[in-house]
């Protein structure tokens, strides 16, 4: 009776509980441009399939994974819990025995260490097991949505050239100028091995710009600290229908869409 009163108190008050029904569901963000509107760079065709398909499924498969994750979190554990209780008030029981308790003596003592294991049992960890697994679908569908929301606004059919200002500066202090460092991340990008990214970010701690390489879609900042100013998507789907295995020639092409007003804007909010 004990074990099903705190087992159903538990459940009452879980906090994943009481929460899972209104989080927040993640949706595919508009592009501020038309899907053709980066040609002949990257084709209308590989715009729309990228954004509407490729990114879609991302954030439809991160919606799906979240919803599992709060119900695994919502679990109360009960039948864990239970038996803990279980065994706590059996110990305490053979304890009493041989001390040939009273049973208003044993009454009040097992009173006591109910009210003292409140706080343990309704402490919910949930299906920690479940949690667990879901992990590889939160980070490959999380970054996915991440690293393109990121991506789109990277891009712009007025980019190209080159920046200016701060940004510009910080270019030539960390990498000697402008050009190496376009040498340097087209390299990098051409050189991830499968599917990935190649980025420039901001490392907060040093306080200057880094270029760095991720696998199929780890985000840059939650595996490498490094705040992303700069990713360009080097799996197939973003190149192949025009440039078939021909890597290095997407990457001659889409350095004349990058919006370099974007990369200066996150520069300029990671520096506050």
């Known amino acids: 009776m004990l074990c099903r009163a705190v087992c159903s108190a538990g459940r009452r008050l879980s906090p994943a509980a009481s ?3 209104s989080r927040h569901k993640h949706s595919l963000p508009d592009l501020p441009y038309d899907y053709g509107a980066l040609e002949p760079h990257i084709n209308a065709q590989i715009m729309q399939l990228h954004h509407s398909k490729h ?3 991302y954030v439809n498969n991160l919606n799906a994974t979240e919803e599992k994750y709060h119900e695994a979190l919502a679990k109360d554990g009960c039948r864990f819990r239970c038996r803990r209780v279980s065994a706590l008030v059996c110990t305490n029981v053979l304890y009493y025995s041989g001390k040939r308790s009273t049973s208003r003596k044993y009454l009040l003592h097992l009173t ?6 409140t706080p343990v049992l309704l402490a919910n960890i ?3 097991t479940t949690q667990v697994a879901l992990q590889p679908a939160l980070k490959f569908n999380g970054g996915g949505h991440i690293n393109h929301s990121i991506f789109w606004t990277n891009l712009s059919p007025n980019g190209g050239g080159e920046p ?3 940004l510009l500066e910080a270019i030539k202090r960390d990498f000697g100028s402008f050009q190496k460092f376009k040498e340097k991340l087209t390299a990098v990008s051409v050189g991830v091995q499968g599917s990935g990214w190649g980025w420039l970010g901001f490392n907060k701690e040093q306080g200057r710009l880094q270029i760095a390489a991720c696998s199929n879609q780890d985000p840059l900042q939650g595996t490498t600290g490094l705040v ?3 990713g ?3 799996w197939e789907h973003a190149y192949y229908l025009q440039y078939k295995n021909v890597r290095p020639d997407y990457l001659k092409a889409i350095w004349n ?3 370099w007003q974007n990369v200066a804007e996150r520069y300029a909010a990671c520096k506050k």
């Open 55 to 57: 990114h879609a499924t």
């Open 112 to 117: 006591v260490l109910s009210s003292s294991l």
């Open 126 to 128: 949930g299906d920690v």
């Open 232 to 234: 360009i998507d080097v």
């Open 257 to 259: 869409v990058i919006n």
């Open 228 to 230: 992303p100013l700069l």
């Open 164 to 166: 200016k200002g701060e």
């Open 19 to 21: 929460t899972a029904g």
